[in-house]
């Protein structure tokens, strides 16, 4: 007979592998450091193969752990999907999540129809904003959860998904004496507002090749965005996962830098969270993540 794995183990195993530390991942958990290390090692027997690289310092999956924590992901999503079905009524009276708006069109729908089919009772309010301010916000526990862009210099929050960011621009003229847009000097771009992680990339990025610019648009809509691009009002970077087709992606041969690949992270609020907010934020990872993060 086939071992069976232990959602116990694995939830032990997710919170260290989100955690980098097994300490903190007792914290919460609720457990000793030395019982959540007890729990990976009995994984690692069940599964064959360690799943951390440790040291005195640093906590870091193997390729076997990193291979493990996709799947290990979706089976807690289902168990606590199933246990979600069975004991109802929900534990609280509606879930609110902060993101960016371009992660609220783009990569919540397929999370928030899952969500809805194991709690359909439980309202959800999402609350678009600009990354740092919805990390203060949540700091302080006025959301429940936060799908964000980390800024560069933090780890702070859980890994969800790497996500390369492109320069997009709109589609070419079929005028013959037609300049493309990414031709004019200064450039025009179409943004998000101050905070905006993206932004930021991308102004630093023209002002190290010595390449003038200018703000032709401000909007937190990305369906704005979007619009101003097609408009023709403006150039603009943004999250590959965000670029609708009907824009035309730039690339180094038309004089544009690469820009860096940016982490989407999750952040909850302080203390225990109820269940539909853990299934929610587990659905986050299964779908939104994926394979994606690195």
Same mark, same amino acid.
């Given at each position: 007979?086939?071992?069976?794995?232990?959602?116990?183990? =694995?939830?032990?195993? #997710?919170? /260290?592998?989100?955690? $980098?530390?097994?300490?903190?991942?007792?914290?919460? =958990?609720?457990?000793?450091?030395?019982? /959540?290390?007890?729990?990976? $090692?009995?994984?690692? &027997?069940? /599964?064959?193969?360690?799943?951390?690289?440790?040291?005195?310092?640093?906590?870091? *999956?193997?390729?076997?752990?990193?291979?493990?924590?996709?799947?290990?992901?979706?089976?807690?999503?289902?168990?606590?999907?199933?246990?979600?079905?069975?004991?109802?009524?929900?534990?609280?009276?509606? /879930?609110?999540?902060?993101?960016?708006?371009?992660?609220?069109?783009?990569?919540?729908?397929? @999370? =928030?129809? $899952?969500?809805?089919?194991?709690?359909?009772?439980?309202?959800? &309010? #999402?609350?678009?904003?600009?990354?740092?301010?919805?990390?203060?916000?949540?700091?302080?526990?006025?959301?429940? *959860?936060?799908?964000?862009?980390?800024?560069?210099?933090?780890?702070?929050?859980?890994? #969800?998904?790497?996500?390369?960011?492109?320069? @997009?621009?709109?589609?070419?003229?079929?005028?013959?004496?037609?300049?493309?847009?990414?031709?004019?000097?200064? =450039?025009?771009?179409?943004?998000?507002?101050?905070?905006?992680?993206?932004?930021?990339?991308?102004?630093?990025?023209?002002?190290?090749?010595?390449?003038?610019?200018?703000?032709?648009?401000?909007?937190?809509?990305?369906?704005?965005?979007?619009?101003?691009?097609?408009?023709?009002?403006?150039?603009?970077?943004?999250?590959?996962?965000?670029?609708?087709?009907?824009?035309?992606?730039?690339?180094?041969?038309?004089?544009?830098?690469?820009?860096?690949?940016?982490?989407?992270?999750?952040?909850?609020?302080?203390?225990?969270?109820?269940?539909?907010?853990?299934?929610?934020?587990?659905?986050?990872?299964?779908?939104?993540?994926?394979? $994606?993060?690195?």
């Amino acid at each position: 007979m086939p071992a069976n794995l232990d959602t116990d183990l =694995l939830r032990a195993f #997710v919170a /260290v592998a989100d955690a $980098r530390s097994f300490t903190r991942a007792g914290d919460t =958990l609720g457990r000793t450091q030395a019982a /959540v290390s007890q729990q990976v $090692r009995r994984l690692e &027997e069940v /599964v064959g193969t360690r799943v951390f690289q440790r040291d005195t310092k640093s906590v870091h *999956l193997t390729q076997q752990g990193e291979l493990l924590l996709t799947y290990a992901r979706r089976m807690l999503t289902l168990n606590d999907e199933i246990l979600a079905l069975m004991h109802r009524p929900a534990t609280v009276a509606s /879930v609110r999540i902060g993101t960016p708006d371009d992660y609220a069109t783009m990569l919540l729908p397929g @999370v =928030l129809a $899952r969500f809805a089919a194991a709690y359909p009772d439980v309202p959800v &309010e #999402v609350i678009c904003d600009n990354s740092p301010d919805l990390v203060a916000e949540i700091d302080k526990g006025r959301y429940d *959860l936060a799908l964000v862009t980390r800024h560069p210099d933090s780890r702070s929050g859980e890994l #969800v998904r790497r996500e390369p960011v492109a320069w @997009v621009a709109p589609p070419r003229s079929t005028a013959v004496d037609s300049t493309p847009i990414e031709r004019e000097d200064p =450039l025009p771009l179409a943004l998000f507002p101050k905070g905006c992680v993206v932004r930021d990339l991308a102004v630093a990025a023209l002002e190290g090749i010595g390449r003038g610019w200018r703000v032709a648009f401000i909007s937190k809509s990305v369906v704005a965005v979007h619009g101003a691009v097609l408009g023709g009002l403006g150039v603009t970077a943004m999250e590959e996962c965000t670029v609708p087709p009907s824009l035309r992606r730039l690339t180094a041969a038309d004089g544009f830098p690469d820009l860096p690949d940016i982490d989407i992270a999750l952040h909850r609020a302080p203390g225990m969270a109820a269940k539909p907010v853990r299934l929610l934020a587990e659905a986050i990872h299964d779908l939104v993540g994926g394979n $994606r993060a690195a």
